[in-house]
């Protein structure tokens, strides 16, 4: 079955680490997203990629990095300097970045939890 | 900027009754328009979309209308289910400009009671 796979479903950050969301898609779909779910504030974009090695900062990059090395990978890395990281993290793919009519494909989810 | 703006939650009903969920939004181009539906713990899954004024979407007995008129696209139900209970996301994606990013309204949860 074609889909998107998010890992872990929860992750723990210490003070001062790293960590890195993994986001799979067998879609075959050029455009990825990161998006940050806090309760009450709907959806909010981190980064988005339209194709292999390319990817732009969305509204709310700071304290977050991407890589786009492989077209069905998009992983997510957390750094120690995003304060406030404790979120649920959604990745989404679309066939391309281009078409305004573009159906979004989501994956499961990571929930972040801060010890 | 493009926005989109959602009535606030949550909304209680019983099984049974008629569903509205309020959508307005924003836009400088000529935008299409989506309903996602999140279910507990999981990731958004798309409802409906409509693309040009005056198309209707629907999906498993939900509706709704792009309305250019009154910039709206009202997500409706004649009879909900239990099972219909989860947080509904309406979202625009818009032409205009140099890429495409959708923009989500904040979401509004749906509490359906036996």
Redesign the interface.
């Known amino acids: 079955d074609g889909g998107i796979t998010q890992s872990p479903k929860y992750l723990f950050r210490k003070e001062g680490q790293n960590v890195t969301l993994s986001c799979e898609q067998n879609l075959n779909h050029d455009a990825m997203y990161w998006y940050r779910q806090d309760p009450g504030q709907g959806l909010r974009l981190i980064y988005y990629s339209q194709i292999v090695n390319d990817f732009q900062k969305g509204d709310i990059a700071e304290g977050y990095s991407v890589s786009r090395e492989k077209k069905e990978s998009f992983p997510l890395t957390v750094t120690s300097a995003q304060k406030n990281p404790t979120a649920f993290y959604l990745c989404a793919s679309s066939l391309a970045l281009a078409g305004t009519t573009e159906t979004q494909y989501f994956g499961p989810g990571t929930r972040l939890l801060v010890l | 900027g493009n926005s989109v703006t959602q009535m606030e939650g949550p909304v209680t009903l019983s099984e049974e009754a008629f569903l509205t969920i309020n959508c307005t939004y924003t836009a400088t181009g000529y ?2 328009l ?1 309903w ?1 539906v999140q279910y507990p ?6 409802l409906l ?1 409509a ?1 040009k004024a005056d198309d209707k979407g629907s999906n498993k007995g939900f509706e709704a209308t792009y309305r250019k008129e009154t910039t709206s696209f009202h997500l409706e139900k004649g009879s909900v289910q239990v099972s219909d209970s989860a947080v509904y ?1 309406c979202a625009l ?3 205009a400009g140099g ?4 923009t ?4 509004t949860s749906l509490i359906v009671h036996p």
């Open positions: 935008p299409s989506f996602y713990g999981e990731g958004l899954q798309l979309k693309t996301f994606s818009d032409r890429s495409y990013i959708p989500f309204g904040r979401g």
